[in-house]
């Protein structure tokens, strides 16, 4: 199963990586590990904890991204100026969020 990653992503850019990374699963014989058919939302929190995640921001999905990014330029699929452009967009994201004050902020501190 593969599940949309994120609704805001490009499709054509997004299940290009998809299908790389799992290009690279095969290639480098990655175990994915045992199938699971328990439901999450009805797990105990303990159990629930030893189940691997993806990343849980963009700055952490960037910094893995920066890590790790060779098996995309496999094949020519990628370029590393596209992907060092399409990492330059994002950490702007990143960098335009963590420095924008949340309304709660000003509900909280603006008198102050």
């Known amino acids: 199963e593969a599940r949309f990653p994120d609704p805001a992503a490009n ?4 299940f290009a990586a998809l299908l ?10 990655i175990d994915p ?17 030893e189940i691997p995640t993806v990343c849980g921001s963009l700055r952490e999905a960037l910094e893995s991204l920066e890590a ?12 590393k100026d596209q992907l060092d452009g399409y990492m330059a967009l994002k950490w702007e994201e ?11 902020e000003y509900q909280m501190y603006y008198s102050v």
């Not at 790389?20 to 014989?29: E, F, R, S, T």
């Not at 790790?68 to 370029?79: E, I, P, R, S, W």
């Open 68 to 79: 790790d990014h060779a098996f995309l330029l496999a094949g020519d699929v990628f370029t």
């Open 94 to 104: 990143v960098y335009a969020y963590e420095h924008t004050p949340h309304p709660v």
């Open 33 to 49: 590990g045992p199938a699971s058919d328990k439901d999450l939302y009805d797990l105990p929190p303990e159990e629930l904890a």
């Open 11 to 14: 499709p054509y850019l997004a």
């Open 20 to 29: 790389m990374a799992g290009l690279d699963g095969i290639k480098n014989k």
